[in-house]
């Protein structure tokens, strides 16, 4: 079965810079990466997604990559603010059955 | 407003005492699912229903049942919880199509002592 890996587990930056998660997937046939958030006490929330036969997707300060060949995609969010503090989840799969990654904890620091 | 409702919040139960979560969600979605999240883990899932009265294992059924008797509903049953069992639970509901975002619930919090 599919198995999602996800780095860092934590993040801090600064207001204003940039941040970066990765994850990585091990089955070639997924063809759907969304991601969410998830703020203290909600559930997770889509804020991205992308198709495989998509290469790169962006949403205001935020963006996704993908690469097939290597089996992994990548969250971009730029212009941190102090409410991009949360949990960020990955996942990858088919149709309606995916695979979520561990999580990584943003912090972004006034 | 379109939602998924879970109840209750919060659970504290003690080991081998039959417990209910409820789920519902009014935006007319085929598919619904129950995860659990764990420190580490990420959200797994227990069980899914693709419509009405039909439900299949996700990666972690044991211990758990569940029916879909209704399109709206999808509650989630422990006949005999166990501490092993102390987690936070999410439903989710998308579209049946492939590709549709899923919609969390704000969580259900239970704890087996």
């Known amino acids: 079965g599919e198995n999602v890996e996800q780095h860092p587990s934590t993040l801090s930056v600064q207001e204003g810079d940039s941040a970066v998660i990765k994850c990585t997937y091990s089955d070639s046939a997924s063809n759907y990466f969304p991601w969410y958030k998830q703020e203290l006490g909600k559930g997770p929330q889509l804020i991205i997604d992308i198709r495989s036969n998509v290469g790169e997707k962006k949403d205001q300060r935020i963006a996704v990559t993908l690469n097939k060949t290597a089996k992994h995609f990548s969250l971009h969010i730029t212009e941190t603010q102090p409410e991009d503090s949360a949990v960020y989840f990955c996942a990858a799969g088919r149709g309606q059955n995916f695979v979520f990654g561990p999580g990584t904890r943003l912090s972004v620091l006034p | ?49 693709m419509n009405v009265e039909v439900t299949d294992k996700g990666d972690v059924p044991e211990g758990y049942k569940v029916s879909r008797k209704e399109k709206r509903n999808f509650p989630l049953i ?31 919090r239970l704890t087996v002592t």
């Open chain 2, 1 to 49: 407003e379109a939602q998924v409702t879970q109840n209750p919040r919060y659970l504290i139960t003690v080991t081998g005492k039959k417990l209910t979560v409820t789920c519902s969600q009014n935006m007319n979605h085929e598919y619904m699912s129950w995860y659990r999240q764990d420190p580490g883990l990420g959200l797994r899932q227990i069980y899914y229903s």
């Open chain 2, 78 to 108: 422990l006949e005999s919880p166990s501490p092993n069992q102390t987690s936070l639970y999410f439903c989710a509901s998308s579209l049946r199509q492939g590709n549709s975002p899923l919609h969390f619930g704000n969580g259900t």
